[in-house]
């Protein structure tokens, strides 16, 4: 099992930043993606921001140059990261980190980020 903890996010005026953390505990060996997600309210979630198979990240296109996820595998913290630049209104959602482990994939407790126009 592995457990996602996340923090940040809160209410920020359009054009600001925020920044959110996912940390990961439990089974934490062999977690071989880790990544952001979002949900505003009457729609279905989306990816935000997530590493591929060949190394890179893919960002959805809505966040490409703003949004920016890192990842701390020092000392076994296995924290993600997603920086967030020039945030707009459309950016208010729910977001959620996941972790891959095995073909199983974990969820965090989801942060609400609103953006304020």
């Known amino acids: 099992q592995v457990q996602l903890v996340q923090s940040g996010g809160g209410l920020v005026q359009a054009g600001g930043s925020l920044r959110l953390s996912c940390a990961a505990s439990?089974?934490?060996?062999?977690?071989?993606?880790m990544g952001w997600y979002r949900q505003a309210p009457g729609k279905q979630r989306e990816l935000v921001a997530t590493?591929?198979?060949?190394?890179?990240?893919?960002?959805a296109d809505s966040v490409k140059g703003r949004f920016t996820i890192s990842r701390d595998n020092a000392n076994a913290k296995n924290t993600v990261y997603l920086q967030m630049n020039s945030l707009k209104p459309e950016d208010t959602a729910v977001y959620y980190c996941?972790?891959?482990?095995?073909?199983?994939?974990?969820w965090g407790q989801g942060t609400q980020v609103t953006v304020s126009s």
């Open positions: 439990g089974s934490i060996t062999s977690i071989n993606a």
């Open positions: 590493p591929t198979s060949g190394g890179r990240i893919n960002y």
């Open positions: 996941s972790a891959t482990r095995f073909g199983v994939n974990y």
